[in-house]
């Protein structure tokens, strides 16, 4: 079972996000309950006087006779004539006033409950992107979806529930002071019957507050699947799995149904149980008015308008309060995922850190040992290579070597379990990884393309780059013509996840885009393998002509052998190890070689016949 969250604590936190994000709104909000209850008030305290001047009288002595009087008194002192027009109209004014606070007071908890909802989803969203990427690694990516949208909307709505009930507690609060003055015993006969029906009804809201976290960790699940189906939807047609998928989701999608379904009866058992609690009470109330205390008719009558209006307030105010339990959890999930993101965050360049050289010359990861289990499995181990400015490296093996792990290292997404990453000699610091990225280009495999213009994406990578540099990296990636020839240049929308041009087309520009950063260093993991021969030849011979211009290092990650002759050093990686490393024509004439016998067990040619390599220094 799903714990419960400590709720003192976590109430006291809830209002500190709500004062934070909307402060003023949430007063505003609460002044205008108040002045909305005022209005009601001062609405029902004419009717008595307006009664007595149209001849129902009371007795003078009586409350409510003195009541009438001291109204009647206030109005004249108003310069109101005592006429039951002038009260009508006084009353119809004030109910008019009413009006417009309730306009105004619907309002206003909606902007605070989207304030809050923008506070935490951007100090959640904040925390994700500075978590480690280990740590995001680990997360399921539709989780945190999940919680950026379904969960911090729930949170937020608790915001506007409670405005709401302390909205209907001080509407209650005022009716509550009318029937003290009117009948002290009678209200305090009702109010305690009311205290005890809480008390008695205490027991559910824990159950309430359970309810919440189900459909929390339901809706997490259904969101979850609902991405993962939606993904692979191009596998599921390729394999004829339409039904077999849609009754799995239907599945799914009935179980999150049945935690709310669940939830609103819970909720409608209470209020249930809450609505004839109250009608119990307040009849037996009335009858020990009538018969015990003696209470007058009239002020009996009286007191049951008033009753009849402060019951649905202390019924509403006690649905707000538990919508408030039941969405709390969605609160709480947001806090502890935040929280999370943060305590894994990845370090800051701190004072007597040294910043990154302008430009270097070497790179080496030294004896790097890496496990993305904790130690269990070595990912890599004793990983010692170098790469060079101006030069290019590549890493080769079979699948699951390490070779993107590497190029993880390399960037700074993961830090060394063991050994030492050294640029000129010098260990790099963590807190200078961020700065090591911002002169990084990367393209992978899995080229990501947002559903923009051209132009926008390539921005994206460097925000201040002008059009001919954009023209100058769309011709290096060999795809200005592409752009040419669309309908609105760089201006064309690409679509969900660049679908709308071909995969190689993507991934060219993905390459433009990590070339328009001006990288010191480029990392191309499998970028190429989209591309027919003759268009990777031609990138391939751009970027050499690039690293030797602007002393660019490039980092391949390939398996084709035409992409690995481009390379002055092929590391050959296979079980987390360096196994043997040197240029394409050296390794593939080394007898027994790993290289020679990788190329020669898929039926590619065997390594050393291919002749001499591309790469020149």
């Known amino acids: 079972m799903k714990r419960l969250f400590h709720q003192p604590a976590r109430f006291r936190a809830f209002l500190g996000t709500l004062a934070q994000a909307a402060r003023w709104q949430a007063a505003l909000a609460l002044l205008l309950s108040l002045l909305f209850s005022l209005t009601e008030g001062v609405g029902v305290s004419l009717l008595i006087p307006t009664l007595e001047v149209a001849g129902f009288h009371f007795e003078r002595g009586g ?42 007071g619907g309002v206003v908890p909606i902007v605070v409950m989207e304030r809050v909802a923008a506070q935490l989803r951007v100090a959640l969203y904040g925390a994700i992107c500075e978590a480690n990427w280990l740590f995001i690694c680990r997360k399921r990516g539709s989780d945190l979806t999940h919680a950026l ?42 109010l305690g019957s009311a205290l005890a029906l809480v008390l008695l009804l205490r027991g559910w809201l824990p159950m309430l507050e359970q309810r919440g976290f189900e459909v929390s960790d339901e809706s997490r699940l259904f969101y979850a699947s609902a991405a993962e189906h939606v993904a692979n939807l191009k596998t599921v047609k390729a394999y004829g799995a339409e039904s077999r998928e849609a009754a799995a989701f239907d599945r799914q999608s009935r179980r999150v149904s049945r935690a709310l379904i669940v939830t609103s009866y819970a909720q409608a058992r209470l209020s249930l149980a809450f609505e004839l609690g109250s009608l119990a009470a307040l009849g037996a109330a009335v009858y020990a008015s009538l018969r015990l205390l003696r209470v007058p008719a009239p002020a009996v009558l009286i007191l049951l308008l008033l009753f009849a209006r402060l019951m649905p307030r202390f019924k509403s105010a006690y649905h707000h309060y538990r919508s408030l339990v039941s969405l709390l959890p969605s609160y709480q999930n947001v806090c502890e995922l935040t929280a999370q993101c943060r305590a894994e965050a990845e370090p800051r360049p701190a004072d007597g850190v040294p910043a990154l050289p302008p430009a270097w010359d070497k790179l080496a990861l030294d004896g790097v040992g890496f496990s993305y289990n904790g130690g269990s499995t070595a990912t890599l181990d004793g990983i010692s290579l170098e790469l060079r400015a101006g030069e290019i490296a590549a890493l080769a093996g079979s699948s699951g070597a390490g070779k993107s792990t590497i190029a993880e290292l390399v960037m700074g997404l993961l830090r060394p379990e063991s050994g030492r990453i050294l640029l000129d000699g010098r260990e790099l610091d963590p807190a200078q990884v961020s700065a090591m990225r911002k002169c990084t280009g990367y393209v992978g495999q899995e080229t990501f393309l947002f559903h923009d213009t051209i132009r926008n994406n390539l921005l994206w990578a460097s925000p201040g780059a002008g059009e001919p540099e954009m023209r100058k990296a769309l011709r290096l990636a060999e795809c200005e013509e592409l752009v040419r020839g669309l309908p609105h240049g760089l201006d064309t929308v690409v679509g969900d996840r660049g679908l709308t041009v071909s995969a190689g087309e993507r991934q060219r520009l993905a390459l433009a885009r990590a070339l328009l950063r001006r990288p010191a260093l480029l990392i191309l993991d499998e970028a190429t393998n989209n591309l027919d021969t003759e268009n990777e030849t031609q990138i391939l011979d751009a970027i050499d002509k690039l690293r030797q211009a602007e002393r660019l290092a490039v980092l391949l990650i390939a398996h084709r052998p035409s992409t690995l002759r481009w390379a002055g050093q092929i590391h050959v990686i296979e079980n ?38 591309k790469y020149t220094s």
């Open 63 to 104: 409350t409510l006779g003195r009541y009438a009087h001291y109204v009647a008194a206030a109005a004249a002192r108003l310069g109101i004539p005592p006429t039951v027009p002038a009260l009508l109209a006084v009353f119809i004014a004030v109910v008019g006033v009413r009006a417009v606070m309730q306009e105004l």
């Open 149 to 190: 949208a379904s969960e911090v909307e729930r949170a937020a709505l608790a915001a506007y529930e409670l405005l709401n009930f302390a909205g209907e507690i001080t509407l209650a609060a005022l009716y509550t002071a009318i029937a003290l003055w009117l009948s002290a015993p009678m209200t305090v006969l009702v």
């Open 576 to 613: 987390g190890h360096v196994v043997e490393s040197g240029n394409w024509d050296s390794l593939g004439s080394r007898p027994g070689g790993r290289l020679r016998a990788l190329y020669s067990a898929d039926g590619s040619p065997a390594a050393g016949s291919s002749g001499r390599a």
